[in-house]
C-alpha cells in the first residue's frame, strides 16, 4: 500500500508558480490588516500635527512674544510626549498588534519596568512615522494612479495607465512589506522585558506551588477520612452485637469525617475553579459563606470569633487548631492542649492541622488499634505539636515540607517505646 504525504506549508509554496508568489503579497487579508494597523499610526500623528503646525503659525507671527510660543512649546512637548510613555498606550499597542498584526503578544504587567516603557514609547513613535509614511502614500499615489489611467486616451495613456498600475503595486508592496516588518518587530519592543519574564517565571512558579498544596491538603484530608472510615467500620462489625453503642459511635465518626472530606473536596475543586484564585493569596480569602453572613460566628464555636480573618469563620473555612477536637475524636485520639490556640496566626493554623492530620492518619494506619496521644501547646510566639503511637511511623517527607515551609522544625523518630512525631515553629 503506498502513502501520501502531506504537503507541509512550506511544501505548498514552492509548489506555486512564480507569478502567484508575486501577487499573493497583495491577495491576502493579512497584508490589508497590516496595513490597518499602520494607518492607524497616521491616524493618532493627526493631532501631532495639527498641533505643530499651529505652533508654527503662532511663531512665525511677529506679533507673538517669543516667551509664550517658548512656553506653549514645552507644555505642549510634555502634554505629546507623556501618552507612549503610559501604561494604556502599552496595552492599546499590544491589543492592535494582536489583532491586525497576527503577533502572539502577553498582556504587559501593571506596574512595567522602565526598560519596557522606553521600548513601548519608541514604538509608538515608530508606528506614527511609518503610519505617516503608508498613509501619504495611500492617499497620494491611489488618486494619482487613478488619475493617470482614466483620464488619459491614446497611446500615451497606455504608458500612463501602466504607470499609474505600477503605482498601486508598489503602495502595495511596500505596504504589505512594512506590515511584515511591524509583525517582527512587534515582540521585540512590545514584548516582556527581562524582568517581566523573570517575574512571569515567578508567578507560575507560585501559581504550581499554590496547587501542589491544595493537592497536598486534598490528600491528607481524603486519606485520613479513608482511614479513619475503614478501621471504624472495621471495628463497629466486630462489635456490633456486643456493643451497640460504640458501633453507632463508630458510625457517627465514620458519617462526620465523610462530610467533613466532602467539604474539603469541595472547597479545593471550587478554588481551582475559581476565576478570582491567584497565586500568593489565602484560599479562605475566597471562601464564600453557603448559609450565613461572613461574620458570624463558627457554628462549632459559638462563643469564638476571629478579627484577623473573618471569613474563616463561615462555613466554608478551611479546617485549623480550632477543629482539633473534632479530628482527635475521628481518630480516636486523646487530646492534650495547652495556651490558646485561637491566637495563632491563620495559615500557621491552618498548616499545624494538616500536620496533625497526617500524623494520626500515619499512627491509624501503622499503630491501630494502639492508643494515640496528641499534645499541642502554643506559648506567646511558640507552637508545638507532638503526636505518640506505640509503631513507627511513615509518610513524613510531606510533613517535613510543610513543617518547613513555615520556618519550622519537625523531629519524627523512637521514643523510648513510642513513634513520636514533633512540629515546633518559633515566630
Known amino acids: 500500500m503506498s502513502t501520501v504525504a502531506p504537503r507541509t506549508p512550506t511544501a505548498a509554496a514552492a509548489g506555486r508558480s512564480p507569478m502567484s508568489r508575486m501577487i499573493r503579497p497583495l491577495v491576502l487579508a493579512t497584508t490589508y490588516r497590516r496595513g490597518a494597523f499602520l494607518l492607524l499610526g497616521g491616524v493618532l500623528l493627526l493631532p501631532y500635527g495639527l498641533v505643530g503646525v499651529g505652533l508654527a503659525r503662532l511663531a512665525a507671527d511677529d506679533g507673538t512674544p517669543a516667551a509664550l510660543v517658548v512656553v506653549l512649546g514645552a507644555a505642549t512637548a510634555v502634554i505629546g510626549l507623556t501618552p507612549p510613555f503610559l501604561h494604556g498606550a502599552r496595552a492599546l499597542e499590544v491589543a492592535a498588534a494582536r489583532w491586525l498584526l497576527g503577533v502572539d503578544l502577553p498582556d504587559p504587567p501593571a506596574t512595567p519596568a522602565p526598560e519596557a516603557r522606553v521600548r513601548a514609547a519608541l514604538w509608538f513613535a515608530v508606528h506614527l512615522g511609518v503610519g505617516a509614511i503608508v498613509g501619504l502614500a495611500l492617499f497620494v499615489a491611489v488618486p494619482v494612479a487613478a488619475g493617470l489611467i482614466m483620464t488619459h486616451t491614446g497611446w500615451p495613456a497606455v504608458g500612463l495607465g501602466l504607470l499609474g498600475v505600477a503605482l498601486l503595486v508598489a503602495t502595495g508592496y511596500a505596504t504589505a512589506g512594512l506590515g511584515a516588518l511591524a509583525a517582527v518587530m512587534a515582540p521585540v519592543l512590545l514584548g516582556p522585558s527581562a524582568d517581566e519574564r523573570v517575574a512571569a517565571v515567578r508567578a507560575e512558579a507560585r501559581k504550581l506551588a499554590e ?7 486534598l490528600h491528607d484530608s481524603v486519606g485520613h477520612a479513608l482511614t479513619v472510615s475503614v478501621l471504624q ?3 463497629a462489625g466486630e462489635l456490633l452485637e456486643r456493643d451497640p453503642a460504640f458501633a453507632r ?9 465523610g462530610r467533613a472530606a ?3 473536596l469541595d472547597q479545593v475543586l471550587g478554588l481551582l475553579r475559581d476565576e478570582r484564585y491567584r497565586p500568593g493569596r489565602s484560599p479562605a ?12 460566628p463558627d457554628p462549632r464555636d459559638p462563643s469564638r470569633t476571629d478579627s484577623r480573618d473573618p471569613s474563616q469563620t463561615s462555613a466554608a473555612r478551611q479546617p485549623d487548631l480550632r477543629d482539633l477536637a473534632r479530628l482527635a475524636a475521628g481518630a480516636g485520639a486523646q487530646l492534650v492542649t495547652t495556651g490558646t490556640l485561637g491566637d495563632v496566626p ?13 500524623s494520626l492518619t500515619n499512627a491509624l494506619r501503622h499503630a491501630a488499634p494502639a492508643p494515640v496521644s496528641l499534645r499541642v501547646s502554643a506559648r506567646g510566639q511558640d507552637l508545638v505539636v507532638e503526636v505518640r503511637n506505640p509503631l513507627p511511623g511513615r509518610g513524613l517527607a ?3 515540607e510543610r513543617v518547613s515551609l513555615l520556618g519550622g522544625e519537625l523531629v519524627a523518630g523512637p521514643d523510648g517505646d513510642d513513634w513520636r512525631v514533633r512540629a515546633e515553629w518559633h515566630r
Open 346 to 358: 491563620a495559615e500557621l493554623s491552618r498548616e499545624a492541622y494538616r500536620v496533625v492530620q497526617e
Open 262 to 264: 466532602m467539604e474539603d
Open 398 to 400: 510531606g510533613m517535613r
Open 285 to 296: 480569602d475566597l471562601e464564600p459563606s453557603r448559609s450565613r453572613n461572613p461574620t458570624q
Open 233 to 235: 467500620a472495621a471495628a
Open 249 to 257: 459511635r463508630a458510625l457517627t465518626a465514620i458519617e462526620e469525617t
Open 211 to 217: 496547587r501542589n498544596r491544595l493537592a497536598r491538603d
